[in-house]
């Protein structure tokens, strides 16, 4: 069954360093998210990108985030210059986004820690 | 600005039992809701997806409601196992054409043997 793949499943990195987490979305889905999840909070969204422009984005999502589809096959996330509190599991997810065809399917996460 | 919630938060039974989760939302200008399954430290697995215009949707013995004029979830698990034990999220899409999903706090279940 096609999944949501994620990589690394663990970065730890120190404060001001950029950071760029990689997912690859199911393959013939359109939409594409980062979502992340401080320890202990809710599931937050970040961004959802459709048709190599970005669609929708929280007010997380400042200009120290950016998201980039650079092949066929890819989405990233990228963190210029990381903060303490941007540590939080990173999830990425995909959709078809046709009638009746918009369910959301989830990677297994990034865990990031910023030092 | 959507809020869901979710009650209880934490939750254990003994092996076998039957259970109701429930999720609310202020705001019933929802497009869908869908139920996910999260294991401690891993990502999240999709259990169910409900349209705004459906009343429910089953998946083996999971069963979930939607009352969207009340804004108002369950997710029933009958007969429950051990392997059920995990955290429980409902989120949902609002109707605005965007695809963002708003998630509650969860439930944490556990079944014991």
């Known amino acids: 069954e096609p999944e949501v793949t994620q990589t690394p499943s663990h970065q730890v990195t120190q404060m001001g360093q950029e950071v760029i987490l990689r997912c690859v979305p199911i393959s013939n889905h359109l939409y594409f998210y980062w979502y992340r999840q401080i320890l202990g909070q809710k599931v937050e969204f970040l961004v959802s990108?459709?048709?190599?422009?970005?669609?929708?984005k929280s007010e997380i999502f400042d200009d120290q985030f950016s998201v980039e589809r650079p092949d066929g096959s890819n989405f990233t996330l990228k963190i210029r210059s990381t903060k303490l509190e941007d540590s939080a599991m990173y999830f990425c997810a995909s959709s078809l986004e046709l009638a009746g065809y918009n369910e959301q399917f989830f990677g297994p996460g990034t865990r990031l820690t910023v030092l | 600005k959507q809020e869901v919630t979710q009650i209880p938060a934490a939750l254990s039974v003994p092996e076998g039992e039957n259970l109701v989760l429930n999720c609310s939302f202020t705001?019933?200008?929802?497009?869908?809701l869908q139920w996910f399954r999260q294991d401690p430290g891993k990502g999240l697995t999709s259990l169910l997806l409900?349209?705004?215009?459906?009343r429910e949707q089953t998946s083996g013995r999971l069963n979930a409601s939607l009352d969207k004029s009340s804004g108002r979830s369950t997710l029933y698990i009958a007969a429950s196992q051990p392997g059920d034990s995990a955290t429980y999220l409902c989120a949902v899409r609002a109707d605005t054409g965007f695809q963002k999903l708003v998630f509650g706090t969860g439930t944490r279940l556990l079944v014991s043997p």
């Open positions: 705001d019933s200008a929802i497009y869908n």
């Open positions: 990108f459709y048709n190599n422009e970005i669609s929708e």
């Open positions: 409900i349209q705004s215009s459906q």
